[in-house]
C-alpha cells in the first residue's frame, strides 16, 4: 500500500521548474497547488506559477521572494535552495509530475469513499445520492476535484486573462461571448448563449417555443461544430429528427410526415441528412424524467462526447421529488441552474405559461405569468417569451413575425427583438433587411381601445 503522496516527487517537480523554467507550461497541465500534499510545497508552487504569468524570470531567488515567508515559518530562500539542490533529475520531471498527480487523486479518492458512506446513510433518495456521488466522481476524472475554497489571488490570475481575451474580442470587433443563436438581432441583445447560463424559453402552446429553442441546438451542432444535447420528455427521437431535417433544409414538415418529401425535396432532403450527419447533435427521449435523470444523463454524455448546449423540452413535463408542485418546479428550476453552473455550459429550459396572459388585452408574456413557480424567474438567467400576434388576431399585420421578448437578463437589457417564423419548416430567421415593426403595446400599459394601436412602441 503506497502512500498518498510523495515529497520526493513533489521536491522534483518543483525544483525541475526552477532549473528549466521553458518546462513549466508543460509540467503544469492538469496541476493546482492543491495537488501538493506539504502546504510549504503548494505555496512555492503558486509562486512559480504567478511568476509565471507575468512573464518574469523563474529561479530560486525569485520564486522565494514572491513566496516570501513559508505556512511553517521557515526561510523561503533556504527551502527553495535545498529543493534545488536535491533535485535528482530534470529530464524526468515529467515523470515526478505524473507521481504528484496520482497522489493527488489518490487523496480525492480516499475522501470520495469517505463522502459517499456519508451520502450512503443519507434521507436522500436513491436517484439523488447516485447523482452526488457520480458528480464528485466525475470532478475527480475531471481533475477539478479541488477544493472549493480558493485564494482570491488564484482567482485573480486566471481573471486577467479573461480580461484580455474580452479585450481581444472588442479589438477584432466581435460582440459575441457565448454560443450563436442562429439570429443575429438576438445575438446582439443576449451576447450569445453563455456558459453556466439558465435560459428560460416561454411562451403559451403554438407560439414556437420548441422551434426556436430546437434552432440553438441545430446551429450550434451544425454551424458552429458543437456539442449540442436535446432531451424532450414531450417528443420522440424520430420526432426530433423530422424537425432537425425540416429546419435546417427547409423542407415543409407536413411532407416529412406524410413521406413525400423524398419526391418533392430529394436534393433538399439529401443536404441536410448529411449535414446532420456530421454534426454532433444528440437527442433523448426521457418521458416523466427527474432532474437527477437529466443530471446524469447530461454528466454521462459530456464524458463521452463533450457537451456544449443542453436543451430540456420542457420543465412541466418533469417530475418532481416529494413537496408541493410548485415546491417540485421550484426545485428542478434550481436543479437546471446548478447543473449549467457544474456543466460550464448553457442549459436552455423550456416551460408553458399560465393563462393569464390570455386575460389581458394585450396577450404578450411577462415573468409572471412563468407557470406553477416563481422560482423559475428567480433561477433563470435569462427569460425569452415567444409571441406570435396572428395566433390571437387573425387578421394580424405580423403574420409569419414573433417576437422575441427579453423578460429578463442578468448583465443584459430587456427588449424585443423580431424574426421571422416560418411554421412550415419548423424554423426561425433573421428578418428581411429594411423590415420596420409595426406598433405594438406593452403588457404594463393600458389605453383605451380607440388607441391601442395608435402609438408606437419603443423597446
Known amino acids: 500500500m503506497r502512500d498518498p503522496y510523495s515529497i520526493e516527487a513533489e521536491h522534483g517537480l518543483l525544483g525541475a521548474m526552477m532549473l528549466r523554467p521553458e518546462l513549466i507550461d508543460t509540467l503544469s497541465d492538469d496541476l493546482s497547488p492543491e495537488s501538493f500534499y506539504f502546504p510549504e510545497n503548494a505555496e512555492v508552487y503558486r509562486a512559480v506559477m504567478a511568476l509565471r504569468r507575468a512573464g518574469k524570470s523563474v529561479d530560486c531567488l525569485t520564486v522565494a521572494d514572491q513566496v516570501n515567508c513559508l505556512p511553517n515559518g521557515d526561510n523561503a530562500l533556504a527551502y527553495c535552495a535545498e529543493i534545488v539542490k536535491s533535485t535528482p533529475s530534470v529530464a524526468s520531471a515529467g515523470t515526478y509530475a505524473s507521481i504528484v498527480r496520482e497522489r493527488s487523486i489518490d ?41 472549493e475554497v480558493v485564494k482570491a489571488s488564484d482567482v485573480l490570475i486566471e481573471q486577467v486573462e479573461v480580461w484580455q481575451e474580452r479585450h481581444d474580442r472588442h479589438e477584432r470587433g466581435e460582440t459575441l461571448i457565448g454560443l450563436s443563436t442562429g439570429l443575429t438581432d438576438l445575438d446582439e441583445k443576449l451576447g450569445g448563449l453563455q456558459s453556466e447560463q439558465l435560459i428560460i424559453v416561454a411562451g403559451r402552446p403554438a407560439m414556437g417555443k420548441t422551434t426556436l429553442a430546437m434552432g440553438f441546438a441545430i446551429h450550434a451542432a451544425v454551424h458552429q461544430n458543437k456539442s449540442a444535447l436535446v432531451v424532450s420528455l414531450e417528443m420522440s427521437k424520430g420526432q426530433l429528427l423530422d424537425r432537425a431535417i425540416a429546419s435546417e433544409g427547409k423542407i415543409p414538415l407536413g411532407l416529412m410526415k406524410r413521406g413525400t418529401a423524398c419526391e418533392s425535396h430529394g436534393p433538399e432532403l439529401t443536404a441536410a441528412s448529411h449535414l446532420i450527419r456530421k454534426a454532433k447533435l444528440f437527442f433523448a427521449d426521457r418521458s416523466g424524467a427527474t432532474v437527477g435523470r437529466v443530471r446524469s444523463l447530461a454528466r454521462r454524455h459530456k464524458m463521452r462526447y463533450g457537451l456544449d448546449l443542453l436543451v430540456i423540452d420542457y420543465l412541466q413535463l418533469m417530475e418532481g421529488e416529494g413537496g408541493n408542485r410548485t415546491e417540485e418546479v421550484s426545485g428542478m428550476s434550481r436543479g437546471c441552474k446548478l447543473l449549467a453552473r457544474e456543466l460550464g455550459i448553457p442549459v436552455v429550459l423550456l416551460s408553458q405559461l399560465s393563462r393569464k396572459c390570455e386575460e389581458r388585452p394585450n396577450k404578450r408574456p411577462v415573468p409572471s405569468d ?66 420596420k415593426p409595426e406598433p405594438v403595446e406593452t403588457p404594463s400599459k393600458v389605453t383605451p381601445l380607440s388607441s391601442r394601436y395608435g402609438k408606437k412602441e419603443r423597446f
Open 107 to 147: 487523496r480525492a479518492l480516499y475522501d470520495l469513499g469517505t463522502q459517499a458512506m456519508d451520502i450512503a446513510h443519507g434521507d436522500q433518495d436513491t436517484q439523488g445520492k447516485i447523482a452526488a456521488i457520480q458528480a464528485m466522481a466525475m470532478a475527480i476524472d475531471s481533475g477539478s476535484g479541488a477544493d
Open 370 to 435: 412563468l407557470r406553477e413557480s416563481g422560482a423559475i424567474e428567480q433561477d433563470a438567467d435569462v427569460i425569452l417569451f415567444v409571441y406570435r400576434d396572428e395566433i390571437y388576431h387573425e387578421n394580424s399585420e405580423q403574420k409569419g413575425i414573433a417576437e422575441i421578448i427579453v423578460g429578463k437578463g442578468r448583465d443584459v437589457e430587456t427588449g424585443t427583438v423580431r424574426a421571422a417564423f416560418l411554421g412550415q419548416y419548423n424554423r426561425f430567421e433573421n428578418l428581411a433587411a429594411g423590415w
